[in-house]
């Protein structure tokens, strides 16, 4: 997934194996909070992030694209 105009994001700098999800309500009322606008795309998601629990994730944008590829691990 490519994320474009990108106004907020919370994760780790590297994380792997995204489980994308719906945003909760709360999730969505922070990324308002923090850009002051509701964002055109919200993406939730869990991620290992090299912890012992997994990472939860939240980065909003202008717009979004998936684009298949191979990403070496």
């Given at each position: 997934?490519?994320?474009?105009?990108?106004?907020?994001?919370?994760?780790?700098?590297?994380?792997?194996?995204p489980?994308?999800?719906?945003?909760?309500a709360?999730?969505?009322?922070?990324?308002?909070?923090?850009?002051?606008?509701?964002?055109?795309?919200?993406?939730?998601?869990?991620?290992?992030?090299?912890?012992?629990e997994?990472?939860?994730?939240?980065?909003?944008?202008?717009?979004?694209?998936?684009?298949?590829?191979?990403?070496?691990?």
């Amino acid at each position: 997934m490519i994320l474009t105009d990108t106004s907020y994001v919370r994760c780790p700098t590297a994380f792997c194996d995204p489980v994308f999800r719906e945003p909760t309500a709360t999730e969505r009322a922070e990324a308002v909070r923090l850009t002051g606008l509701e964002p055109p795309v919200l993406v939730a998601f869990e991620a290992d992030g090299g912890g012992t629990e997994p990472v939860s994730c939240l980065p909003a944008a202008g717009a979004w694209a998936v684009r298949q590829m191979h990403v070496p691990r």
